[in-house]
């Protein structure tokens, strides 16, 4: 099989939920959002990334996410939004959010999705850990939604599409799970 940097870098990132305090080093997140802005796109670049280290404003987000899903038809949404201890960016120190122009001329959740996935694996790559968060989203659902849009300063006419948390890791990464059977099928 072939490998390399990048191969092992893929093959070795996984969802982190357990950070330390501590915040990343300013040098650690531009990294992190150059290759954000190195993403696949359509041409267009239409993708803005909101990067948030404010602890109050984390929390703030946490819990109009939670509020959010209390008003979700989800059932385990709801239960989450409802949970006292429940933490949906994991204490992570650093938040970014990944928005698209909605005027753009090709179907931005792609972009921002290449965007995001970059933002992870160059996290990974330098030792920063990561995971990509959906129910921070939920914020923007929120009686906060507006209140927010505006304190976070997202451009106008961009829409939150993707969200991830970056942080030290506070845990020991297990090993590699195998993959799943009989997901290729090869037509040559």
């Given at each position: 099989m072939i490998t390399n940097e990048t191969l092992k870098v893929?093959?070795?990132?996984?969802?982190?939920?357990?950070?330390?305090?501590?915040?990343?080093?300013?040098?650690?997140?531009?990294?992190?959002?150059?290759?954000?802005?190195?993403?696949?796109n359509a041409g267009n670049q239409a993708w803005h990334f909101t990067v948030i280290q404010n602890k109050k404003l984390l929390e703030k987000l946490n819990l109009a996410a939670k509020?959010?899903?209390?008003?979700?038809?989800?059932?385990?949404?709801?239960?989450?939004?409802?949970?006292?201890?429940?933490?949906?960016?994991?204490?992570?120190?650093?938040?970014?959010?990944?928005s698209g122009d909605e005027k753009a001329f090709v179907p931005l959740e792609a972009d921002c999705?290449?965007?995001?996935?970059?933002?992870?694996?160059?996290?990974e790559s330098i030792g920063?850990?990561?995971?990509?968060?959906?129910?921070?989203?939920?914020?923007?659902?929120?009686p906060l939604g507006t209140e927010l849009r505006n304190e976070l300063k997202l451009p106008e006419g961009y829409k939150p599409y993707y969200t991830a948390v970056f942080g030290?890791?506070?845990?020991?990464?297990?090993?590699?799970?195998?993959?799943?059977?009989?997901?290729?099928?090869?037509?040559?």
């Open positions: 893929i093959r070795q990132r996984r969802s982190i939920r357990s950070f330390k305090e501590e915040q990343i080093k300013d040098e650690e997140i531009q990294a992190i959002l150059e290759a954000g802005m190195y993403a696949p509020q959010g899903a209390q008003q979700m038809d989800i059932e385990h949404l709801r239960a989450l939004g409802n949970d006292k201890e429940f933490n949906c960016l994991y204490h992570a120190p650093t938040l970014i959010i990944v999705a290449a965007a995001t996935q970059n933002l992870l694996l160059a996290a920063v850990g990561a995971c990509w968060i959906f129910f921070v989203l939920l914020a923007f659902n929120s030290y890791k506070d845990d020991i990464v297990g090993d590699v799970q195998d993959r799943k059977p009989n997901l290729i099928t090869y037509i040559r």
